[in-house]
């Protein structure tokens, strides 16, 4: 019943006002990829950054579920919710942990993951890292469900999840390379050798393991062997992600120390403080508590010692990576989770004192609370603003004075929406544009002003292309063949930080009632 609890609290963070806010355009480009899939029925894997199938194949379930058959009728809950769904099933999987763990470590594990307010606003978008993350805890709880069964079943079982992880997010070679390296580690540390560290999984369950992730990913990258090419292009993926991540052709470059000052403190002058310091803090006690001679009482020693290592890796190696976007971060930011869990119930028994263990659980007590307040701010009223740290190049609330705009024009043109010519000009990319758009089936999209192209009623364009619109509209047609166009837009709009949009509407159809 506590897990149940737990879960009920992590739902009543991750579900509430799931449209409030605005797309992003990874948000809405996987929306249109998973449209192609809901559509057609299948979905082929590109090299071109937009993963693997495994969210696509979950939502949709979850849009068959509701009826829903075509890409117009999506919406932003059913998208979102898919991810809510994988936060919330992520807080009750911890209940896997008692045995390792205890009952309490495990349960504050689960509390913490619910009220993280990174783990709750990246719950709440439709991007593939909590998926992700959700699998990566699979793969590392069947591994150790194996470690102690010793049993092909779990072999296999563990094979599959890591499987699902290769078909969600090519950057599965992180984690999984991170429990690699911390087993190999952790047989080192306590001082056992190699012969004795490849008893922990025999050859033929390896081989088990192996082959039940290579048929998974195979079978879901190639949608289910009817595109072979999806296998191959799954690796040759790899060049373009590998170069990306060591900075090369991508704006996304930030220091090595940026995942942690998102993390313990992030301030934009006008904006609230944000810190998940408290895990931080919590971890560092978790990893004190695993290496002291007298263990963590009720708790698997040398588990928690795996995950310390494990999350150390993951932490360096987030770090190294020049190229970074914040919700990177969570695949580390779990497993600080999973040993502040287990610091925080060491730090409560190795003080002798009732009157300051009181002191200590009411400061853990303010510490979440805290943290739970800080989940909903940046969540919900802090949804899109640029000083919420979990914010990065995030659509702002303009985009739907664009589309309530576009919707009065059509609603007075003869056709409406399904007739209404929009031309839209920019070199930008102009996600998640095309997404709120989608219901307008006569819009036309180019990076540039064609002075052959025949002028559309509608037109919403780059100010650094405004020139060779003027100059199409006035210069060009003869005299008493121009026609006068207005603003749409009667202040300055953006779609996102720096990509101002202007708008501009034939005089007859602005004037039309």
Known sequence: MIFVGLMLVAAAFRFPLLAERPMHCDEAVNGDKFGLLLERGRYEYSTADYHGPTLYYLTL????????????????????????????????????????????AAALT?????????????????????????????????????????????????????????????????????MVLAAVMLILIEKTTLVAGRKL?????????????????????????????GVIDSVLAYRTYFARGSGINTF?????????????LYH?????????????????????????KDGVPGANVLVIRFLGIYSLLMIVVYSLIPYKAPWNLLGFLHGMILLGGVGAVSLVRAVQKRSFQVVILAVLCAGLAHLGWEAWESSVPFGS?????????????????????????ASSYPGGRASLPVSIISRENLWPLPWYLRKFSTVQWWNGVSDTA???????????????????????PPPGQREMYVSLFDRYVELRPQVEM????????????
Not at 385 to 409: C, I
Not at 458 to 471: D, H, K, N
């Open 385 to 409: 603003d640029p000083r919420n740290p979990w914010v990065y190049a995030h659509t702002g609330k303009d985009v739907y004075l664009m589309v309530r705009d576009l919707e009065l024009l």
């Open 454 to 476: 025949p002028m559309t009623p509608v037109v919403l364009i780059s100010p650094e292309m405004e020139p060779a619109l003027v100059r199409k509209l006035y210069d060009l």
């Open 252 to 264: 996304h470059v930030h220091p090595w120390n940026y995942y942690l000052s998102l993390l313990l």
């Open 268 to 292: 934009v002058p006008g904006g609230p403080f944000w810190s998940e310091a408290l895990i931080a803090v919590l971890a560092l006690f978790g990893i004190r508590a695993a290496f002291r």
């Open 201 to 229: 999984i025999c050859g033929q369950h390896l081989a088990i393991a192996l082959g039940s992730a290579v048929v998974v990913g195979a079978a879901l990258m190639s949608a289910f062997f009817t595109h072979p090419q």
């Open 61 to 104: 379930a979850a849009a068959r579920i509701q009826g829903i058959t075509r890409y117009v009728d999506l919406n932003e809950v059913t998208l979102r919710s898919v991810a809510a769904i994988l936060g919330v099933l992520l807080v009750g999987a911890h209940f896997f942990l008692i045995p390792y763990f205890g009952l309490y």
């Open 110 to 178: 689960a509390l913490l993951t619910a009220v993280s307010p990174a783990m709750v606003y990246y719950s709440r978008y439709y991007i593939h890292e909590m998926l992700l993350v959700f699998l990566t805890f699979g793969t590392l709880l069947l591994f150790l469900k194996y470690c102690e069964r010793k049993s092909a079943l779990w072999a296999c079982a563990a094979g599959v999840c890591a499987g699902l992880m290769y078909a969600t997010k090519e950057t599965v070679i992180i984690p999984l390379s991170c």
């Open 502 to 513: 202007r708008g501009y509407v034939v005089r007859s159809l602005w004037e039309n009632p």
